[in-house]
């Protein structure tokens, strides 16, 4: 009896011994795991960074490389294609936010939905390709907001309905 008890002391030992080892080497993978890898720049073979943006039903293709400032959308100046000031100003933001203003070029596609759309769909592209040329911007861009799509769309109509939610108008008599 008293054997079994100094065997069983020992597997008990044993036991902690391992499950402390194990522990610790849990401790050291979980470290691991929380420095997370550093973000390595995405750059073409051109020099470039590419990203898809998209808002409502528009979506753009932008590439960035270093350059003067000039933004080409659909091969036209950005004061061409979009005429209206908010929407010029809605481009710029995200280089305002990271703090390279006329730091980089931008050339962009952009089909589908309307001006707005268009817009917010090029501004999410920027955004999204300054962060892949450069990883250090990210925090900037993440903390504003630009690098998650905008999912509010039109709502859809439905039957028996005059538009999305709107009912015709009822009649008592």
């Not at 020099?47 to 898809?52: D, F």
């Amino acid at each position: 009896m008293a054997e079994e008890i100094k065997t069983l002391d020992a597997l008990k030992d044993a036991v902690a011994g391992a499950a402390a080892t194990n522990a610790a080497a849990g401790a050291a993978a979980g470290a691991a795991d929380d420095a997370a890898p550093a973000r390595t720049p995405q750059r073409d073979a051109l020099g470039r960074a590419y990203a898809t943006g998209k808002r409502k039903d528009a979506v753009a293709r932008v590439w960035i490389k270093p350059g003067s400032g000039k933004v080409t959308v659909n091969g036209k100046a950005i004061n061409a294609y979009f005429a209206r000031p908010v929407l010029q100003m809605i481009l710029r933001q995200p280089f305002q936010v990271a703090g390279v203003t006329d730091q980089f070029d931008v050339m962009a596609t952009v089909t589908g939905g309307g001006l707005s759309g268009q817009a917010g769909a090029v501004k999410h592209g920027i955004s999204k390709a300054l962060q892949l040329y450069e990883p250090a911007l990210r925090p900037a861009l993440k903390a504003a907001g630009f690098l998650t799509r905008d999912s509010r769309v039109v709502e859809r109509k439905k039957y028996g309905k005059r538009k999305a939610r709107r009912s015709f108008q009822f009649s008592k008599r």
